[in-house]
T-cell receptor
Framework: NAGVTQTPKFQVLKTGQSMTLQCAQD?????MSWYRQDPGMGLRLIHY???????DQGEVPNGYNVSRSTTEDFPLRLLSAAPSQTSVYFC???????????FGPGTRLLVL | TQLLEQSPQFLSIQEGENLTVYCNSS?????LQWYRQEPGEGPVLLVT?????EVKKLKRLTFQFGDARKDSSLHITAAQPGDTGLYLC?????????FGQGTELSVKP
């Protein structure tokens, strides 16, 4: 198993550009989520999904969109990037009813 | 306000020293998790504590869940440079995993 994979590893955007951060898992986990990590802030939940076709907002959803068309994939879209979205983004997955959550290696995003 | 308050935020110690980090809240939780994150990687689960007063040991790491299930501590005995990293506590809130802000630990040889 590859576990949770994320692409790209690094990305530089200009203000106003759009992009999609990719996340995939091969463990057949129902639950997937996106976090952003900023210095001194821990990890903050952006959006999450309890299964294909179902998504919901986390603590900091503004400026981000998600969709879950398959169990395996959970892309995160930035429609118009802002400097405040400069961060490290982590995708995670777990099986419903199980506490252990598995994280991807992260995507480092810089918005100029 | 943060649901989970971790302290200290930063800790720099010498190899061989002992340390304790804390995770506090005014809310009661059914369980609490501790993760460790190394630079450039995602967090990795260390332990889940479930019962009030529970103590779990993982080699030189001792985790305790408060009697009232509002707080937790992580104690490291004889710290080593390999213990360096960000330690995060987290709780499940309505199916969402919510994290504290973390304790950044640096162990110098």
């Amino acid at each position: 198993n590859a576990g949770v994979t994320q692409t790209p590893k690094f990305q530089v955007l200009k203000t106003g550009q759009s992009m999609t951060l990719q996340c995939a898992q091969d463990m057949n986990h129902e639950y997937m989520s996106w976090y952003r990590q900023d210095p001194g802030m821990g990890l903050r939940l952006i959006h999450y999904s309890v299964g294909a076709g179902i998504t919901d907002q986390g603590e900091v959803p503004n400026g981000y969109n998600v969709s879950r068309s398959t169990t395996e994939d959970f892309p995160l879209r930035l429609l118009s990037a802002a400097p405040s979205q400069t961060s490290v983004y982590f995708c995670a997955s777990r099986r419903t009813g199980v506490e252990t959550q598995y994280f991807g290696p992260g995507t480092r995003l810089l918005v100029l | 306000t943060q649901l989970l308050e971790q302290s200290p935020q930063f800790l720099s110690i010498q190899e061989g020293e002992n340390l304790t980090v804390y995770c506090n809240s005014s809310s009661v939780f059914s369980s609490l998790q501790w993760y460790r994150q190394e630079p450039g990687e995602g967090p990795v689960l260390l332990v889940t504590v479930v019962t009030g007063g529970e103590v779990k040991k993982l080699k030189r790491l001792t985790f305790q869940f408060g009697d009232a299930r509002k707080d937790s501590s992580l104690h490291i005995t004889a710290a080593q440079p390999g213990d360096t990293g960000l330690y995060l506590c987290a709780v499940n809130q309505g199916g969402k995993l919510i994290f504290g802000q973390g304790t950044e630990l640096s162990v110098k040889p």
